[in-house]
């Protein structure tokens, strides 16, 4: 099997393209090729799939087998993979993902290879029962969530897959694996969620660190980094548009007033092919 290692600030995955449709045996392979010891070693694995609404389609399996419906840095790589390897000729495609339908995707290339990626992530779902959480509120706003003993709040949104927004005095020191694993299996979370850890520095720059459901600490968190803004407008912590700052870098995010749409930008990178069984 040809595969390309990508990643989107760190946020690293096994990209195939070719197949005609997700293969039955595809959480088996995500936890095989995953795995940072015995395998390939990513945050998930990605199949780039012919799509009859879209351009392409993208279906994205984490590092644990479960599939989740929406990924902001795949979305990126899978743009500048299909660009750079001249599947497509246009600097504005469109993707579907299952969890938040076709997303229309503008590229920025230099000298024929795509260097930042802008997509319009779609409309952020505030509903409480749909992110899903057990909360029957719209939106969910400063909740408090116990864990371990300990009280914390939290603002639930979802771009397409669930998150859960918290802040801290110090996202970047936080004690992810201690507190995100907990927050992440929480029973308010029926679906399971990401939990994002978050420190507003002004009201154009956040910190945060992601636990990412079914995959855990990982370097960056696209639909983290929009539902963190998102989080931060619904708390009046900044403005509409912000740098969110991962581990692994910076992605500029922005939440239309006028069309209530989430648009995240940043890079995207192809590290190596290879083949594997
Ligand atoms: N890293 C991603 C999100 C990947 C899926 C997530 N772990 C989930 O289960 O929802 C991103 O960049 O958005």
Redesign the pocket.
Known sequence: MEFTKMH?LG?DFVVIYGEQELPANAAELAIKWCNRFFGIGA??LVYILPSDAADFQMR?I?SDG?E???????IRCVAKYVYDNGHIDREEITILTIGAGVQPVQLTVKDDKVETVRVDMGEPVLDGLKVPTTIDANPVVNEPIEVGGSGFRFTAVS?G??HCVIYVDDAVNFDLAAWGSKMEVHPLFPN?T?VEFATVKDRRHVDMR?W????GP?L??????CATLVSSVLNGVTDREAWISLKGGDLYIEWSEANNHVYMTGPAEIVYTGTTN
């Open positions: 989107g946020n945050d998930g994205i984490n479960t989740a419906e929406q990924c902001g840095n795949a771009m897959n669930p399971k990401n992601v990412e459901r079914g995959a990982t960056a968190c696209g639909t983290g980094a």
